[in-house]
């Protein structure tokens, strides 16, 4: 299975350029599952006008109904993040779609810094959707930092975790690898570049492995990286011949 990102700079409020450049940095490529940015078809620092103004419903919006034809083209899996619009609410949202057809979503629970002021929290669980026979969830930036997120996927049998990202903290590519690690699970990080109102983007998505190696890095600009990974390697926890990272758990210790 090949897995890959496509981190570049979206550009603010403009859907139709941005689903343009996906296109175009990556039509050529090959793989299996791509990974992209947090709100890659938006940009990140939106007013809550520009917000009302640029979300979309999901799954019956364009940005989807784009997403679900090039998926078909590329016999593909493709995991981006959106803003989604349900009524009077608005979530930072990622959605899964497979060669056509719109397979789930995930919104965003654990909101960062001034996202508060604009989304309300994700009201639906973390999920983990059979894709072709490999096990997938969904997790959006900050999330990262709370590693229930990354364990309560694992803990529904995910072996990959799907990570849109718009990291402005210089920390996430360091956590990255232990949560693979702990886990024992494989993680597909999209991160974004740029800047924005501001913001300046980190950049260097990644891919990591079970045991916690990074098997590919970005820099800072934009780019696409992909590894060819064996998902069932996340189906073994075991550390050591006798110790199994889920078997060995002793909840009644922890809070």
């Known amino acids: 299975m090949i897995t890959a990102f496509y981190q570049f700079a979206p550009r603010l409020g403009e859907r139709d350029a941005n689903l343009e450049m996906i296109r175009k940095g990556t039509v050529n490529r090959s793989f299996d599952l791509l990974v992209l940015p947090e709100l890659c078809t938006t940009g990140y620092a939106l007013t809550p006008e520009e917000l009302d103004r640029f979300s979309e419903p999901v799954p019956d919006g364009p940005t989807v109904s784009f997403m679900l034809?090039?998926?078909?083209?590329?016999?593909?899996?493709?995991?981006?993040?959106?803003?989604?619009?349900?009524?009077?609410?608005?979530?930072?949202?990622?959605?899964?779609?497979?060669?056509?057809?719109?397979?789930?979503?995930?919104?965003?629970?654990h909101l960062f810094l001034d996202e508060k002021d604009l989304f309300t929290p994700g009201d639906l669980p973390f999920t983990v959707w059979?894709?072709?026979?490999?096990r997938t969830?969904?997790?959006?930036?900050?999330?990262?930092?709370?590693?229930e997120a990354a364990r309560t996927l694992a803990s529904r049998g995910a072996q990959l975790i799907a990570h849109p990202a718009n990291?402005?903290?210089?920390?996430?590519?360091?956590?990255?690898?232990?949560?693979?690690?702990?886990?024992?699970?494989?993680?597909?990080?999209?991160?974004?570049?740029?800047?924005?109102?501001?913001?300046?983007?980190?950049g260097q998505s990644l891919i990591c492995a079970p045991g916690g190696k990074i098997l590919k890095q970005a820099r800072k600009r934009p780019s696409f990286g992909s590894a060819e990974i064996d998902p069932v390697e996340a189906s073994d926890k075991r550390m050591t011949a006798r110790n199994s990272l889920f078997e060995d758990r002793r909840p009644s210790f922890y809070l």
């Not at 899996?77 to 789930?104: C, K, P």
């Open 69 to 109: 034809r090039y998926s078909q083209e590329k016999k593909s899996t493709i995991v981006w993040g959106m803003a989604e619009r349900e009524g009077d609410r608005f979530y930072n949202s990622a959605v899964l779609v497979h060669q056509g057809f719109f397979l789930g979503k995930y919104r965003k629970v």
């Open 130 to 134: 059979d894709v072709n026979g490999v």
């Open 137 to 147: 969830g969904i997790m959006i930036c900050f999330d990262w930092a709370y590693p």
């Open 167 to 202: 990291l402005v903290l210089p920390l996430c590519q360091k956590a990255m690898p232990v949560r693979a690690l702990e886990n024992r699970i494989f993680t597909v990080t999209a991160n974004r570049t740029g800047e924005e109102r501001g913001l300046r983007f980190t």
